[in-house]
Each structure stands twice: as C-alpha cells, then as structure tokens.
C-alpha cells in the first residue's frame, strides 16, 4: 500500500488560489449572462409596449372620428333626410308641443300624460291668453246702464 503524502504547502496555497480565481469567473460569466438576458428582455418588452401605445393612439384617433361621424349624424337635419331616404315622413316635435309616446295600438303608455289632459291644457293655455278686442262704443253703452 501507497503512503499518505501531504501537498507541499506551495502546491496547496495554489491550488486554493486557482479554485477561487475560478470560481470568481464562473460568477463573472453567470453575471454577463443574466446581465445579456436582462437587457435582451427588457428591449423586448420596450419594443412591445411602444407597438402597444402605437395601437392605442391609432384606436383612439379612430374612436374620435368616429364619434365625431355619430354626432354629425345625431343632428336634426340628418336625421329628417335619412328619414326621408327611409319613406318615413316625421319632423321633431317643437320645444312648446306635447310629446306622448304612444304604443303601436296607438293607445299613450301608462304614468304619462293622457292626450285629453295634454288637449286640456293647451286650451286653457289659449284661454289665459285670451284678450277680448276693445270697443269704446261698448264700453259707453255698459257705463249708461249703471247710472
């Protein structure tokens, strides 16, 4: 059997050298290589989110101009001539005009104002405005009879 030798101690203290000095560039090259994925990772994720603002101003420019189409549409007159493109003959009621709605029976639907108390209204709205013309001949003859 082969005797147990002991290093010298100048082989021992290079050793222990060499295994930190490799061990220091195993850590090194473990810190480049995360240090690369990172950065790769990052411009990606940079590169997605500036697509992804891209997109969004794109949809919202869209949805302004689509708004600004539906609202164009909305207005009176374009109203009343897709109507009218339709066959369908109607106007919007006046601001001073009642509005019931009424079902396709042609009856007004319930909790609104009933089209006899809408009538009603109206003709004591034109009696309140109601003012008899004057005739000063009239008026003589009405003060002879009091005396």
């Not at 109203?79 to 029976?105: C, Y």
Request: with cysteine; glycine share 4%; aromatic share 4%.
């Amino acid at each position: 059997m082969r005797k147990n030798r002991k290093m010298p101690k100048k082989m021992s203290v290079v050793a222990g050298l060499s295994v930190k000095i490799g061990a220091v560039m195993v850590m090194l090259f473990a810190w480049g290589i995360l240090y690369v994925l990172a950065t790769s990772s990052c411009t990606q994720l940079s590169t997605t989110i500036r697509e992804k603002e891209r997109l969004l101003a794109k949809l919202e420019d869209e949805q302004k101009r689509q708004s600004a189409a539906w609202d164009r549409m909305k207005t009176n007159e374009s109203l009343e001539t897709a109507l009218l493109r339709h066959g369908i003959s109607m106007k919007t009621p006046n601001p001073a005009t009642q509005v019931v709605r009424m079902d396709a029976s042609g009856r007004p639907y319930s909790g609104q104002i009933s089209v006899a108390r809408a009538r009603e209204r109206s003709k004591a709205a034109q009696t309140a405005k109601y003012t008899p013309a004057r005739n000063p001949a009239a008026g003589m003859a009405s003060n002879r009879r009091r005396r």
